[in-house]
């Protein structure tokens, strides 16, 4: 299919598709890969990437939207995935802010977004949206560690599916919800994310860039998309990053 690179295995699909960025490859292009040897998430954090079981691609977005809207084309990924996981399995996912899809409390993806630098020309300008989703993995793929807490659409659905079926009807819905938050802005997309709110109303611990701990409960994003997290003290914390965990 035009504008998509098919890889056997590579370090890793979001390196990968940045270098094509760079190099001048339009909206839309993707790179898609079998396996990835150093595969990457949020906050520093590998991505395990069994042959053959799960989805590991990345999308190169070149949207018509300013610099300080960048970062929340994660938000717009988010739903994009969920959006095609309904269409093809008729599962109904979970979005863990800010970037996971969850079902039933496991881990079945992340979302990695990484952009260029977003000071010099509007045509220069691009992002990166990484995608890992669990698609035809079992339980014995994942590390025994994991296997209380990860899924694969195999497994909520029973339903094996070819991975690039999956992958192209994702980036399908991800260019058309792109297009979309384009021309509407941010509030439609964060109004539709707010109803596959993985953890609004759950106790979570925030654990800070800088280390720092709080717990409480979820209120969920604002409409700039910040998580907002209530302590028992009955303060109001604004998270722009870091670690967010389920507390036991």
């Known amino acids: 299919m035009k504008n998509v690179i098919y890889l056997e295995t590579t370090t890793s699909t979001n390196r990968d598709a940045f270098e094509y960025a760079v190099q001048g490859a339009e ?9 990835q040897l150093n595969g990457r998430g949020r906050l520093g954090k590998t991505w395990r990437s ?9 999308i190169i977005l070149r949207p018509k939207v300013e610099p300080q809207n960048y970062p929340l084309l994660t938000f717009v990924a988010g739903l994009a995935v969920a959006d095609a996981i309904e269409k093809l399995y008729g599962l109904s996912a979970g979005l863990k802010w800010p970037n996971d899809i969850y079902f039933k409390g496991r881990k079945c993806g992340g979302i990695l977004t990484e952009s260029s630098d977003l000071n010099g020309i509007e045509e220069s300008r691009f992002a990166i949206v990484g995608i890992g989703l669990n698609v035809n993995t079992e339980l014995n793929d994942f590390h025994p560690e994991l296997h209380e807490t990860a ?26 919800q792109v297009k979309s938050f384009e021309k509407t802005g941010f509030l439609p997309v964060i109004n539709r994310w707010r109803t596959r709110d993985f953890l609004y109303g759950s106790r979570l611990a925030w654990v800070s860039v800088g280390g720092r701990k709080v717990e409480g409960v979820s209120l969920g994003p604002d409409d700039e998309g910040r998580l ?9 914390h604004e998270v722009m990053s870091g670690d967010i965990r389920l507390c036991k």
Do not use: N
């Open 228 to 236: 907002h997290v209530k302590d028992d003290s009955g303060k109001i």
């Open 27 to 35: 909206h839309g292009t993707a790179v898609i890969a079998d396996t």
């Open 50 to 58: 069994p042959a053959g079981k799960g989805m590991y691609c990345s």
């Open 151 to 176: 899924t694969s659409l195999y497994l909520e659905s029973d339903v094996i599916l070819d991975v690039k079926t999956v992958f192209l009807e994702i980036r399908q819905e991800l260019i058309k």
